[in-house]
């Protein structure tokens, strides 16, 4: 009985302490468009966050969008071999990577890369007193630290997902018409049919959407951490790990929502 | 100038703060002695509105800072410069940045007229030149006469300490000891400073008063607190293991 009512405890206690932190997250996100629309609005610290965000995240981005291009060419052409329809491998790497793989990836890579850096550095700066240094001297964290990370990924998470999209597809060609010798024409030409802009645009909303979770849970997780260099790392494992399940869970119902 | 009331402050069960009553006189040098984990620093952040008590009252110059709205407080800590425990410097900014950083925020000046001032207040803490060197690159008694110059960049009235020698060598703790006496005799300041560093107490205060269980047990020149009757105060200042404060 007492094994019963202590499993109850605790789960009681872990859905409490998620739906509070949920509250909390939601509340700093309220938070970051007040401070977004109240003037002034600061460019240079937002450019600065791109350029991290963004910029630098570009070589590992082309790397894991190519390669999940020639890998995705290679396994169709296998698979669709068995139904002699090897001419719709083209397509079919173009849109598995424009409506699904170009944005998650890519959201996945910069959660990674960015997501766990904003924790870290947030993190060090509440740890080291750097952010009650802020508010001491009247300048809000929430609009100096937060706001520019997160109009940075937003704006930036589309752009990667362009970038990953096209050398998904070139890795694709590479693979389907100089490896397994598809017809250039037919590779092409199928995907100009059967994608559509509209798998584009989507996949670059999910994007968007997906910087929005990255930076918003990567900064939450900063700006909140307590306990020393223990609690940096606590803070960056937890931020990369709950960004990465959010953007796989509502990956899904965006998709169920557009397509 | 500032005068706390009846402060109150929990966290969790654990009770911090327990009805602390303490004037704080203008233009003079303030010290809180207290034992190591016994609430000086979370004093301090209430006297700022870094934390908010859960009862009591702070005023600052008549105004009550425990009621006011952000931007309301944001008013009010203009008047203020804090010198944090490890100065809390931004370590991505260069220390001319650091310093400039109060007054791009909030005063309405030129940049040539900013820089002037920045090397002005790093020639106050006797560190002319050191405009471009990153935090990283200045041992911990620069850092904190960085910090103290990032703290009255502004001209500030008041200018609270939190632990300015923890972690010093004698000769620098006598240093910023001398800096901290002669940047509140400069600039007319009201300074708060919290400290367990016994030599450092006498030396900078001009009141001291001592946080024990919650409470001010204690408050006086430092002549009265030298010769207080009182076995808390006795009992800190000996350093001694026995007596009403419990070791372990």
Same mark, same amino acid.
């Given at each position: 009985? =007492?094994?019963?009512?202590?499993?109850?405890?605790?789960?009681?206690?872990?859905?409490?302490?998620?739906?509070?932190?949920?509250?909390?997250?939601?509340?700093?996100?309220?938070?970051?468009?007040?401070?977004?629309?109240?003037?002034?609005?600061?460019?240079?610290?937002?450019?600065?966050?791109?350029?991290?965000?963004?910029?630098?995240?570009?070589?590992?981005?082309?790397?894991?969008?190519?390669?999940?291009?020639?890998?995705?060419?290679?396994?169709?052409?296998?698979?669709?071999?068995?139904?002699?329809?090897?001419?719709?491998?083209?397509?079919?790497?173009?849109?598995?990577?424009?409506?699904?793989?170009?944005?998650?990836?890519?959201?996945?890579?910069?959660?990674?890369?960015?997501?766990?850096?904003?924790?870290?550095?947030?993190?060090?700066?509440?740890?080291?007193?750097?952010?009650?240094?802020?508010?001491?001297?009247?300048?809000?964290?929430?609009?100096?630290?937060?706001?520019?990370?997160?109009?940075?990924?937003?704006?930036?998470?589309?752009?990667?997902?362009?970038?990953?999209?096209?050398?998904?597809?070139?890795?694709?060609?590479?693979?389907?018409?100089?490896?397994?010798?598809?017809?250039?024409?037919?590779?092409?030409? =199928?995907?100009?049919?059967?994608?559509?802009?509209?798998?584009?645009?989507?996949?670059?909303?999910?994007?968007?959407?997906?910087?929005?979770?990255?930076?918003?849970?990567?900064?939450?997780?900063?700006?909140?951490?307590?306990?020393?260099?223990?609690?940096?790392?606590?803070?960056?494992?937890?931020?990369?790990?709950?960004?990465?399940?959010?953007?796989?869970?509502?990956?899904?119902?965006?998709?169920?929502?557009?397509? | 100038?500032?005068?706390?009331?009846?402060?109150?402050?929990?966290?969790?069960?654990?009770?911090?703060?327990?009805?602390?009553?303490?004037?704080?006189?203008?233009?003079?040098?303030?010290?809180?002695?207290?034992?190591?984990?016994?609430?000086?620093?979370?004093?301090?952040?209430?006297?700022?509105?870094?934390?908010?008590?859960?009862?009591?009252?702070?005023?600052?110059?008549?105004?009550?800072?425990?009621?006011?709205?952000?931007?309301?407080?944001?008013?009010?800590?203009?008047?203020?410069?804090?010198?944090?425990?490890?100065?809390?410097?931004?370590?991505?900014?260069?220390?001319?940045?650091?310093?400039?950083?109060?007054?791009?925020?909030?005063?309405?000046?030129?940049?040539?007229?900013?820089?002037?001032?920045?090397?002005?207040?790093?020639?106050?803490?006797?560190?002319?030149?050191?405009?471009?060197?990153?935090?990283?690159?200045?041992?911990?008694?620069?850092?904190?006469?960085?910090?103290?110059?990032?703290?009255?960049?502004?001209?500030?009235?008041?200018?609270?300490?939190?632990?300015?020698?923890?972690?010093?060598?004698?000769?620098?703790?006598?240093?910023?000891?001398?800096?901290?006496?002669?940047?509140?005799?400069?600039?007319?300041?009201?300074?708060?400073?919290?400290?367990?560093?016994?030599?450092?107490?006498?030396?900078?205060?001009?009141?001291?008063?001592?946080?024990?269980?919650?409470?001010?047990?204690?408050?006086?020149?430092?002549?009265?607190?030298?010769?207080?009757?009182?076995?808390?105060?006795?009992?800190?200042?000996?350093?001694?293991?026995?007596?009403?404060?419990?070791?372990?």
């Amino acid at each position: 009985m =007492n094994f019963v009512l202590g499993a109850v405890d605790y789960v009681g206690r872990a859905v409490l302490h998620s739906v509070e932190e949920a509250g909390r997250i939601f509340q700093l996100f309220l938070s970051v468009l007040a401070w977004l629309v109240r003037p002034p609005l600061r460019l240079r610290p937002i450019f600065k966050q791109m350029e991290f965000v963004g910029v630098r995240s570009i070589f590992v981005v082309v790397l894991t969008g190519t390669f999940t291009g020639m890998v995705l060419a290679l396994q169709t052409y296998h698979g669709f071999r068995m139904f002699s329809a090897e001419s719709m491998v083209g397509a079919t790497v173009a849109l598995s990577m424009t409506r699904e793989l170009g944005p998650v990836l890519t959201a996945l890579m910069v959660t990674a890369r960015a997501g766990s850096a904003m924790a870290a550095e947030l993190g060090t700066m509440r740890v080291t007193e750097q952010i009650d240094a802020l508010y001491v001297m009247a300048a809000n964290p929430v609009k100096y630290l937060i706001v520019p990370r997160m109009v940075a990924s937003v704006v930036m998470l589309p752009f990667l997902t362009i970038v990953s999209d096209f050398v998904g597809v070139v890795g694709g060609y590479f693979v389907g018409v100089h490896l397994l010798r598809i017809n250039s024409g037919i590779f092409m030409k =199928n995907i100009t049919k059967i994608v559509e802009l509209d798998d584009i645009f989507n996949g670059l909303i999910k994007a968007a959407f997906f910087g929005l979770i990255l930076s918003l849970i990567g900064c939450y997780k900063g700006f909140n951490t307590t306990g020393g260099a223990e609690g940096v790392g606590r803070a960056t494992t937890e931020a990369v790990v709950l960004a990465s399940v959010m953007i796989l869970i509502s990956d899904y119902f965006l998709t169920a929502l557009m397509f | 100038m500032i005068q706390i009331i009846d402060i109150h402050k929990s966290f969790g069960r654990q009770k911090v703060l327990d009805g602390v009553d303490l004037d704080i006189e203008a233009g003079k040098t303030t010290v809180i002695i207290g034992r190591s984990g016994g609430g000086k620093s979370v004093l301090l952040k209430h006297i700022i509105g870094l934390l908010k008590p859960d009862r009591g009252q702070i005023l600052v110059e008549g105004v009550d800072i425990t009621k006011l709205n952000d931007r309301d407080l944001n008013e009010i800590r203009k008047k203020f410069g804090m010198l944090f425990q490890e100065a809390a410097l931004f370590d991505s900014m260069t220390v001319g940045d650091n310093v400039a950083f109060p007054l791009r925020e909030h005063a309405r000046m030129s940049e040539a007229e900013i820089r002037e001032i920045v090397a002005d207040r790093l020639r106050a803490v006797g560190l002319s030149g050191v405009e471009a060197k990153m935090p990283s690159e200045l041992s911990g008694g620069m850092r904190k006469r960085v910090g103290l110059a990032r703290a009255i960049a502004m001209r500030p009235r008041i200018v609270l300490f939190d632990e300015p020698t923890t972690g010093l060598d004698p000769v620098m703790t006598e240093a910023i000891n001398q800096l901290i006496i002669d940047t509140q005799r400069n600039y007319d300041l009201t300074c708060v400073v919290i400290s367990h560093d016994i030599q450092s107490i006498f030396r900078i205060g001009h009141r001291i008063a001592m946080l024990y269980e919650g409470k001010i047990v204690a408050s006086g020149t430092p002549d009265e607190i030298r010769a207080s009757q009182n076995p808390v105060v006795r009992q800190f200042l000996s350093g001694s293991i026995e007596g009403p404060i419990k070791v372990i």
